[in-house]
């Protein structure tokens, strides 16, 4: 992996086969975007397609947001490292602990994987914040919970790009901010309620944008993720 792409885009293997994803990814330039496999995906296939991909030469983003006591934790994220992915995540809400040693981890045994944390998914809102029992506001929680990621030496944070302004404030220019429910003007935002079209984010302080159906349902993905670059 080269660790010199310059694009923002992270594409979205989401509700994707083995051989959906790999007849995608062949058609997409690794030096244009990387790929994003998630829980479904790598539930169903592992880590070959992670290799699979690497083969193909993409940079990928390991999306498992870990979430469990410290140790096992630490040993998910170096497990995930050492497959040679470029970015993993966790939650936040698993603590200052757990995510300073999952960092620690990977510094000890020469990792540059970079490690992010989740703040609150971008499916939620206030309300359903709240039935969690977490009362005073997703703004408060978001800036509570990116600013501990901080303190805990990770890389970054996910979260929506409505809140990336308030972040990089908070956190610093050189705090990453990667932002799904990224979507265009003219797509439907199926199940995100934070959403955000890819200039805005950008303008906002996002530094990564997950992009899914938007590309991986186009007639032509490599068009589109190329409209998409031109646009930003």
């Known amino acids: ?58 940079e990928v983003f390991l999306d498992l947001k870990f979430h469990d006591i410290p140790n096992t934790t630490a040993q998910a994220v170096l ?3 050492e497959l040679g992915i470029w970015m993993v995540n966790i939650h936040a809400s698993a603590g200052f602990e757990a995510m300073s040693l999952a960092k620690q981890r990977l510094l000890d045994n020469d990792l540059d994987t970079l490690l992010i944390a989740v703040t609150v998914l971008t499916s939620m809102d206030n309300d359903a ?21 901080k303190q805990a030496g990770l890389d970054g944070v996910v979260c929506s790009a409505q809140e990336a302004e308030t972040l990089k404030t908070l956190c610093g220019q050189d705090f990453k901010l990667v932002t799904p429910g990224i979507r265009l003007p003219e797509d439907n935002a199926d199940d995100q309620k934070r959403i955000c079209t890819p200039k805005q984010a950008l303008n906002d302080g996002a530094d990564y944008l997950v992009i899914g159906r938007s590309i ?17």
């Open 1 to 58: 992996m080269n660790n010199t792409i310059n694009s923002p885009v992270i594409i979205a293997l989401d509700n994707m086969t083995m051989e959906a994803s790999i007849a995608l990814a062949e058609q997409l330039d690794p030096a244009l975007c990387r790929l994003k496999v998630g829980k479904e995906l790598f539930t169903r296939c592992g880590p070959d397609i992670i290799k699979a991909l690497h083969q193909r030469q993409f």
């Open 129 to 149: 914040l709240m039935q969690t029992g977490i009362t005073d506001g997703l703004e408060v929680q978001v800036s509570r919970l990116a600013q501990l990621t």
């Open 216 to 232: 991986t349902q186009a007639t032509n993905p490599a068009a589109k993720l190329q409209m998409i670059l031109n646009s930003i």
């Open 79 to 81: 497990a995930a490292a």
